[in-house]
């Protein structure tokens, strides 16, 4: 049976753009909103788009580097809602000078300050090709409507995304990853991608800056991947956000190598994108090159991750609304309540 779900209309009320990268405002009916990112992708045949999707408006896992995490969860995504991120990409989102605004800002949106002198309608891009889950939110936080969605935008009366092209980031939440390796072994979703944040070399540094890591080590971590079932030769990928000062050093470089030596996997370098206020800049191009230099002198496959939109507030780590800083949920019924770190009992157990 096909899978399916009603997509809404949700206005765009701002698109902000950095070059090609364009990061797009959707207004919900209870008016808060979530933020997208389309970012073009050169490659050998062509530059492809890769839309960069939200779980959650906000999000309770507290990375420090990270601006969602400075909103706090304030709710999950229905899966519609994930859906029309991709409907709104494709159909509603102005990425050309000469084409005409289908959807037009809505009344009162709020404009982001760091985005002055913006360029917008930047040149066309290609069709969404591929679509990740590393926007607002812990995928894994809000695991069946990810997947429900997942579902949607794969059906082939839908949008038709092939399940090689989507891939679901994770700060690590071990039940979460378990749930998405179900998924896999279903026929048709064998070569969805898992990636998971790693961004830091050992426990002491990682449960530093990644308060989650005190429920869910980095011993547990690589449980958790190794278990994971797979389908073909596609490496895992691990993220690792550089941040000077805290993980960027030779030695951590060493020890990430050997944390990985034994995990199928590419190590995707992040230059850290400063979030607003941030503890620290971004790093030296030379400091990155060194880290990368001595993760392949180590025998580990890395690639670097571009940066794009950072000047709009549109790279990794950087999405989130400024307004919005205290940290609590809103349930179906309205009502709010403070938020804490989801952490799973028997994982706390563990830990004692």
Not at 4 to 12: A, K
Request: glycine share 6%; proline share 7%.
């Amino acid at each position: 049976m096909p899978a399916g779900c009603e997509v809404p209309e949700y206005p765009v009320t701002a698109t902000l753009v950095e070059g090609e990268t364009a990061k797009f405002v959707l207004r919900h009916e209870d008016g808060l909103e979530t933020e997208s990112v389309l970012i073009p992708m050169p490659r050998s045949t062509g530059t492809t788009t890769t839309l960069c999707v939200s779980s959650q408006v906000g999000c309770a896992m507290g990375c420090r580097f990270c601006e969602t995490a400075q909103m706090g969860l304030i709710k999950n995504l229905r899966a519609d809602q994930i859906v029309h991120q991709w409907f709104a990409a494709t159909h509603r989102v102005q990425r050309s000078a000469d084409q005409p605004v289908k959807n037009p800002p809505a009344e009162g949106a709020v404009k982001n300050p760091q985005a002055q002198g913006a360029v917008k309608n930047p040149q066309a891009q290609s069709a969404v090709k591929n679509i990740v889950f590393m926007g607002m939110g812990e995928p894994t936080d809000n695991i069946d409507e990810v997947i429900q969605a997942i579902r949607v935008l794969t059906d082939h009366d839908g949008a038709k995304v092939p399940a090689s092209n989507i891939s679901i980031s994770t700060v690590g939440n071990p039940d979460g990853i378990e749930k998405i390796g179900a998924l896999v072994r279903e026929n048709g979703f064998h070569r969805l991608n898992l990636a998971l944040s790693l961004n830091a070399p050992n426990d002491e540094i990682r449960s530093q800056i990644m308060p989650v890591n005190k429920a869910w080590p980095m011993a547990r971590l690589k449980e958790a991947l190794l278990a994971f079932p797979r389908y073909s030769q596609a490496a895992f990928c691990v993220e690792y956000v550089l941040i000077p000062g805290v993980n960027d050093r030779d030695e951590h470089c060493d020890e990430v190598c050997a944390f990985l030596r034994d995990v199928r996997c590419s190590l995707n370098i992040i230059p850290y994108n400063p979030r607003r206020n941030s503890p620290w800049p971004a790093p030296e191009e030379a400091d990155v090159d060194r880290f990368i230099a001595r993760a392949v002198a180590n025998g580990q496959f890395t690639k670097r991750r571009g940066t794009k939109g950072r000047n709009v507030m549109a790279a990794c780590g950087q999405l989130g609304n400024e307004r919005i800083r205290n940290r609590r949920v809103v349930s179906d019924d309205g009502a709010s309540a403070p938020v804490a770190l989801r952490i799973p009992a028997r994982e706390a157990k563990r830990e004692a």
